[in-house]
Nanobody, 127 residues
Framework: QVQLVESGGGSVQAGGSLRLSCVISGITFTNDGVGWFRQAPGREREFVATIRWSTGYTYYADSVKGRFTISRDNAENTVYLQMNSLKPEDTAVYYC????????????????????WGQGTQVTVSS
């Protein structure tokens, strides 16, 4: 049974930092991808970042490039999202999701491309 469990959300002031964690079980990683998405009230779920497990190659949405960093710990089956210089517009529920094995140069950025999802963790950034 595949499970993704996010943690690390919270409330911070603008300019602050948070690190989200996603612990994944039930998947033997080869060239799967793991992504982070977010959804604000009344808005569509939005791609944030993704990483291909075997290579560590990453891809980011323009809105977070240079501020957020996605990384993985192979031994712990955990993916992290380090979020710096947070802005009020980053406020959302953040979800991690697991993709299927793909070409190492392909980055899935659509929610429909992901097979498994966590329950989400709330991030609130105040001005």
């Amino acid at each position: 049974q595949v499970q993704l469990v996010e943690s690390g959300g919270g409330s911070v002031q603008a300019g602050g930092s948070l690190r989200l964690s996603c612990v994944i079980s039930g998947i033997t990683f080869t060239n799967d991808g793991v992504g982070w998405f977010r959804q604000a009230p009344g808005r569509e779920r939005e791609f944030v970042a993704t990483i291909r497990w075997s290579t560590g190659y990453t891809y980011y949405a323009d809105s977070v490039k240079g501020r957020f960093t996605i990384s993985r710990d192979n031994a712990e089956n955990t993916v992290y999202l380090q979020m710096n210089s947070l802005k009020p517009e980053d406020t959302a529920v953040y979800y991690c999701a697991a993709d299927r094995p793909r070409n190492i140069y392909y980055f899935a950025i659509l929610a429909d491309e992901y097979d498994y999802w966590g329950q989400g963790t709330q991030v609130t950034v105040s001005s």
